[in-house]
């Protein structure tokens, strides 16, 4: 490899680091450089590793969070260094009490990424607390860990950049990851939610987010972007199921939805308050409830382009309902090139609430041409699409 004195000197510093960074064991047992994990933090140094060893470690300290200053009880806090904490697996290394604290009770917090830090987070349990993982760091690298029966599973306000990587989020009754306002990049992806959770993963003004490759089961809301800096992509996710909305768009955010299977529930997606969502590729399989309240797309004031998608309506009375338009300007709404469970056009105009039944809704919706079959899993070719469409 030709290597430049810059590329030279970054090895140089790589080397460096690599040689002076150390590793620190912490073991209950005592066979360990340490028996505490706060205390293996504090005498750890920018770069070290902090490799946490079998069994429950529940032992709080009093920690003042930085975002707000206030005072909570903490299993450990990493303020000003960069870390990596590594246990030794899920169900292995647990952090957290045997027993979760009263619903909606604050504190504890079982892992803090405080002030101007860079903290990385691998394999173990978090369970029974307030919140499992709480990032105001500059990065947050969390990886292969179970978040269980926590009132938030991981909240993060990350500034470069926060990532989720094949964990496991179970029973976080308030949401499973929240990214506030501050947060900046957030991706999560090949996770597993299940069990109870108002919402899922709840992003509020965060730019630049990715969720791929991930499972959904049970639950509220399944995803919720919110605010005009909220902007990102949902790619080859499933919803297998869940009471709805799945996915929620809302207050001026942006959705790029593609792939994704989304199944019962009362609504699969939802568009409100000047939020836009575009896709295609994707399974909307239909509602489980029934009744006018539910649909499988409602749109408030919102803005939709979703083409070469399965749309179905499942028990619902309407496939696609909108409402509450009469103030805004005339929207158009895209629909062109999806299926909709039948290759009749009167009951595809029948299962869509637009501007035919109710003229005060500005808006112009648009769902020719449609496929008449099922839409292939492979991209069908121009000459198959030219055959396909009505």
Not at 84 to 101: H, K, M, N
Request: hydrophobic share 35%; with cysteine.
């Amino acid at each position: 490899m030709k290597t430049t004195a810059g590329t030279t000197l970054a090895l140089l510093v790589l080397v460096a680091l690599s040689a002076t960074a150390d590793s620190y064991h912490v073991e209950l047992d005592g066979s360990g450089d340490y028996v505490s994990i706060q205390d293996a933090v504090n005498a750890a140094a920018s770069g070290d590793t902090i490799l946490i060893g079998p069994g429950r470690w529940d032992q709080m300290y009093t920690y003042t969070i930085p975002a707000g200053g206030w005072t909570d009880q903490v299993i450990l806090a990493v303020d000003y260094k960069d870390l990596t904490l590594i246990g030794s697996g899920r169900g292995v290394t647990i952090i957290g009490p045997e027993v979760a604290p009263p619903f909606g009770n604050p504190g504890p917090i079982a892992i803090v990424g405080g002030t101007d830090n860079n903290l990385v987070v691998k394999n173990m349990t978090i369970e029974n607390l307030r919140s499992g993982i709480y990032g105001w760091c500059r990065s947050l690298l969390v990886e292969n860990i179970h978040l269980k029966d926590c009132y938030h599973g991981s909240v993060t306000w990350a500034t470069q950049g926060s990532e989720f990587i094949e964990c496991l989020f179970e029973r976080c009754y308030e949401r499973g990851v929240l990214a506030g306002s501050r947060a900046r990049g957030v991706t999560v992806r090949m996770c597993e939610f299940v069990g109870w959770a108002q919402k899922h993963i709840s992003l509020q003004g965060v730019e630049n987010v990715h969720i791929e490759n991930s499972n959904f089961y049970e639950g509220n809301i399944s995803v919720q972007f919110e605010g005009g800096d909220c902007y990102g992509n949902v790619q080859d996710c499933t919803v297998h199921s869940g009471y709805g909305p799945h996915v929620v768009a809302t207050t001026n955010s942006f959705i790029n939805l593609n792939r994704c299977r989304l199944v019962g529930g009362n609504k699969q997606l939802q568009v409100l308050n000047y939020a836009v969502v575009s896709g295609e590729g994707n399974e909307f399989l239909g509602t489980d409830l029934s009744g006018g309240g539910f649909a499988t797309i409602m749109s408030q004031l919102g803005r939709l382009e979703l083409h070469n998608n399965h749309i179905l309506r499942g028990n619902a009375e309407y496939t696609v309902r909108f409402f509450d338009y009469p103030f805004m300007p005339v929207t158009d709404q895209h629909f062109e090139n999806n299926y909709w469970g039948t290759s009749d056009p009167d009951s595809i105009a029948a299962w869509i609430y637009n501007e035919e039944d109710d003229p005060l809704l500005n808006i112009h919706t648009f769902i020719e041409p449609f496929y008449d079959h099922p839409i292939p899993n492979e991209k069908a070719s121009t000459g198959d699409l030219k055959r396909a469409y009505r």
